[in-house]
C-alpha cells in the first residue's frame, strides 16, 4: 500500500507563492499518473494538475499558467509550484496516485490565501 505526505501549505497573502510536495513511500512507476487535487471548504474534491511520463502535463484551466506540476521518479516525489496566487486558490489539496488501478491518496494539506 502506497502511502503520500503532503507538505508545503501555509498562508499565503494574494499574488504569493507556495511550492506543495508530496512523498511517496515507495516508488512509483513513471507510467502511473500522480496528481494534485484540492477541496475548497463545502465543496467536492477537484483535479488541479495532472502528470505521467510521455504526455503533457494537465491543469484545470482556472490554474492554467499560474501553476506547475513536476515529479521525480528516484525521489518518489511530486510537487505544485503555485504563483500568482489567489483567494479562490484556497483549500485542502491532496496528492494523488493511481497504481496497479488502485489510487491512493495523501492526508491534505491546508492552503489559505488571504491578506
Known amino acids: 500500500q502506497v502511502r503520500l505526505l503532503e507538505s508545503g501549505g501555509g498562508l499565503v497573502q494574494p499574488g504569493g507563492s507556495l511550492r506543495l510536495s508530496c512523498v511517496a513511500s515507495e516508488t512509483i512507476l513513471s507510467s502511473d499518473p500522480m496528481a494534485w487535487y484540492r477541496q475548497a471548504p463545502g465543496k467536492e474534491r477537484k483535479l488541479v494538475a495532472r502528470i505521467r511520463s510521455g504526455r503533457d502535463p494537465e491543469y484545470v484551466d482556472s490554474v492554467m499558467g499560474r501553476f506547475t506540476i513536476s515529479r521525480d521518479n528516484a525521489k518518489k516525489t511530486v510537487w505544485l509550484q503555485m504563483n500568482s496566487l489567489k483567494p479562490d486558490d484556497t483549500a485542502v489539496y491532496y496528492c494523488?496516485?493511481?497504481?496497479?488501478?488502485?489510487?491512493?491518496w495523501g492526508t491534505g494539506t491546508l492552503v489559505t490565501v488571504s491578506s
Open positions: 494523488y496516485v493511481r497504481e496497479n488501478g488502485i489510487v491512493y
